[in-house]
């Protein structure tokens, strides 16, 4: 027993720190969007992680926490979403991939992977699901993780709108991630962008893009 407290108290020390990660639901698409900081404590030990990434078509995935055990489960994703597709000739429902998501963690909360993750795509509807590190998945319309999030959740609550357009939504996410970019030594680099949506499917923002908007808003870098 003392082992699995052990571990508890562990993740949740590992889920306090280091990145920050925005997704939401507007009308015909979801938006999802990281820096790309990683952190061990206080050191920086890399500029340019990678922590959004596309597990299939119409899906994508962010990550937080321990960058081994998130990048063991974005692998896990991205392969037996391909395999459904490949049998089934369709992809997989975003509800069915946060809830096989959701099975891998919560078989596991006795030694968890420590992460906290965002699934989020587009199959009839926009859908963005926050899972935890024990399994719990909840669909909401805008959800922020990691150590930065306070700062991006006070973006969200003051412009999110369920009707806004998708430029206006990356505008947001990206003045979010600045936000917490500016607070959170944990957080810093590059802001990564994505869209996703029934025409286009996966769409990662160009760099040069996402830095018209920054300089547009004359946000600091």
């Known amino acids: ?14 889920l306090q720190t280091g990145t920050t990660t925005v997704g939401v639901v507007v009308k015909d698409a979801v938006v999802m969007a990281t820096e790309r900081r990683v952190t061990m404590d206080h050191f920086i030990v890399h500029k340019d992680g990678k922590k959004l990434h596309q597990i299939d078509t119409h899906a994508a995935m962010t990550i937080a926490g321990l960058v081994g055990d998130a990048q063991v489960l974005v692998r896990y994703m991205k392969a037996e979403l391909e395999l459904y597709r490949l049998q089934r000739r369709v992809s997989m429902p975003i509800e069915a991939a946060a809830t096989l998501l959701s099975n891998i963690l919560n078989q596991s909360k006795f030694y968890p992977y420590m992460v906290q993750l965002l699934v989020g795509g587009y199959d009839k509807a926009p859908h963005l699901f926050s899972v935890d590190a024990a399994g719990g998945a909840v669909e909401d319309v805008y959800v922020s993780t990691g150590s930065g999030s306070p700062f ?12 806004m357009p998708v430029d206006d939504a990356i505008e947001m996410v990206v003045r979010g991630i600045t936000a917490a970019k500016q607070r959170d030594s944990a957080s810093g680099g590059m802001i990564d962008v994505a869209v996703i949506d029934k025409k286009n499917g996966f769409r990662a923002v160009p760099e ?11 946000l600091p870098l």
């Open 1 to 14: 027993m003392c082992g699995v407290l052990q571990s508890v108290v562990i993740m949740e020390q590992t």
């Open 152 to 163: 991006v959740y006070g973006v969200l609550e003051r412009d999110f709108r369920k009707d």
């Open 208 to 218: 040069d893009e996402v830095m018209e908007i920054i300089r547009k808003l004359k």
